[in-house]
């Protein structure tokens, strides 16, 4: 994507994992990358590997859950790398693993706070200045719940398809204004939460179980089938896409020069006769 290149993008999450790939992609199409994430030891070598590789990225410790916080740390992004044209929003955790019965509710919170209302968080902090500028591009991390149910995971489940809702929304509120916002479901990929639902034995149930071990064995979905897509949404190639829920295992590349009827890649939802 040629039009990335001097762009500035802020990637939460991207410390390790799902998020540290995009944030590397981001940076190899030529973007300017604000590396955002808790653990400063796993901020710094993401940007040892960009800057291995030719390209910018500077890392940010801070914690999405904490608004005030976020907001400086935001602004010390705007005077590093100037305003963000890009945000992509990775930052997330598991959570609960089991029965829902059987869950701490702490555990619930925690879960809800740090994947939904960090991303809110992140994305309130950068709206006010895209919708000014009339440009911007949102790209925020769905999951598996995002569309479907996912038994034994519900705090996660919950999490992502309020997202889903949450990016639907905020599409329409955003369409007069040229900023656009998409949710990607990275499909899955070898990182801590495998380890996670390993780790969980049975309480994960059978289906996750053989997931893992799956993806375990193969790594799961390779960089690039989620790079090109976050790429794609990142760029002006997408501009006529805006409130979508888009899994990296949709023929995304048929949207490159057509819109999408209204119903597609949308939260799934029954109509009343």
């Not at 702490?106 to 709206?127: K, M």
């Not at 997931?211 to 760029?235: D, H, W, Y």
Request: hydrophobic residues 40%; positive net charge; glycine residues 10%.
């Amino acid at each position: 994507m040629k039009d990335l290149k001097g762009k500035s993008a802020i990637v939460t999450g991207a410390g390790r994992g799902i998020g540290k790939r995009l944030a590397l992609g981001l940076a190899q199409a030529g973007c300017r990358v604000a590396l955002l994430a808790r653990t400063e030891a796993q901020l710094q070598l993401a940007q040892l590997e960009i800057e291995a590789r030719g390209g910018i990225g500077l890392p940010y410790a801070a914690d999405v859950c904490q608004y005030d916080t976020l907001a400086e740390v935001f602004r010390r992004i705007r005077e590093d790398l100037g305003p963000a044209d890009i945000l992509v929003t990775a930052a997330g955790m598991q959570g609960p693993i089991g029965p829902f019965w059987e869950t701490d509710l702490a555990d619930w919170r925690q879960t809800l706070d740090t994947n939904l209302i960090g991303t809110i968080n992140a994305v309130r902090i950068v709206l006010p200045e895209m919708v000014a500028r009339r440009r911007g591009k949102v790209v925020v991390l769905g999951g598996r719940g995002v569309s479907h149910a996912r038994p034994f995971f519900t705090a996660y489940a919950a999490s992502k398809a309020a997202l889903g809702r949450t990016v639907e929304s905020l599409s329409e509120e955003l369409s007069e204004h040229n900023v656009q916002i998409n949710c990607l479901a990275p499909g899955n990929t070898y990182t801590h939460m495998t380890d996670q639902i390993l780790a969980a034995g049975e309480r994960a149930g059978w289906r996750d179980q053989e997931m893992a071990v799956k993806v375990r064995q193969t790594g799961g979905v390779a960089p690039n089938k989620q790079i090109e897509p976050a790429l794609f949404l990142a760029s002006s190639q997408s501009n006529h896409i805006t409130g979508k829920i888009i899994h990296v295992d949709d023929d995304w590349k048929t949207l490159l020069e057509s819109t999408i009827p209204a119903e597609l890649y949308t939260l799934r939802r029954v109509q009343r006769a």
